[in-house]
């Protein structure tokens, strides 16, 4: 089956209690979305990759990923991976912030937008979740008003506690891969193999590919690919032209981008621009 490395947030507001038993070979490789998403950590044993960062889930633990951030989830055995995880799409999350209060603080106050709660302040998020997630699935009168009310309550304690419950990060991941990872991110606009990687890193070139692909479950340069996707979509979202998200992006033909910008988005970069930009 083919990876997924992009999903769209087409609804404004996704709260979903997930607890699934891993297995090590279908675990998600680096993906992102096209909006804001929140994982919870309730139980099991895994670890969150980040960018260039691999942090240990521990119960506690919230992640907040910014619309296009490269991230997966990586287990370490089969048991429970146990976590709630909410969607919020960029136009939704822009309505509910105001001139004073800015609600996406939280997914950029830092490179490592990682947070620790206590139990009482985790239970108390939990709630909030559950009344979400049950508000969501009802149609009854009001039901929208009091979505967007507890969605709001649930930003303003995460963004509140985020400037005093940054959690001490301490990156699991192997020091080769994180160079790996920062080289890429660094030089993606540049003509990167893995020979060269091989050369400027000082490590064989089978044991970098093997390396990388333990942590981030797939190859060098579906990494590569994936980077300049990543990078073309946040700039088409922020109002680029074609051809300038194209050539920013290290494509060196436009056919090129547009056939590897579709096979990854499932649609072309100009209807994707035009449909971006009539949901925001």
Known sequence: ????????????????????????????????????????????NASFC????????????????????????LPHDPRSYDRILLHIRKD????????????????????????????PDLDNVIAL??????VLHTQSFGCDVL?????????VLLNQKSVCSKMSVSNHMPPL??????????HFTEDITVS??????HHNADYLTRSFRKVANCSIQQYLILKRIQHAGTLLS???????????????????????????FGISPKNYQQKYWQMH
């Open 238 to 264: 922020q109002g680029a032209t074609l051809t300038d998200a194209c050539f920013a992006s290290g494509f060196q033909t436009y056919s090129h981008f547009s056939k590897t910008f579709s096979a990854h």
């Open 50 to 73: 980040i960018g260039q960062h691999e942090q240990l889930l521990t119960p506690g633990t919230i992640i907040c990923c910014a619309p296009f951030s490269l991230h997966r989830a």
């Open 196 to 201: 060269h990687l091989a050369n400027t890193l």
């Open 1 to 44: 089956m083919k990876p997924n490395f992009f999903t769209e947030i087409s609804s404004p507001i996704i709260c979903e209690h997930k607890s699934d038993s891993w297995i090590a070979d279908h675990s998600t490789p680096f993906h992102f979305h096209d909006g804001y998403e929140i994982l919870i950590f309730l139980s099991g």
């Open 92 to 119: 939704t999350l822009l309505s509910l912030s105001s001139t004073f209060t800015d609600l996406s603080i939280c997914f950029h106050a830092s490179s490592k937008p990682i947070y620790s709660f206590s139990k």
């Open 129 to 134: 979740c559950k009344k979400l997630e049950a």
């Open 177 to 186: 891969v994180t160079e790996i990872f920062h080289y890429i991110d660094e």
């Open 147 to 155: 979505q967007t009310a507890i969605l709001t309550e649930l930003l």
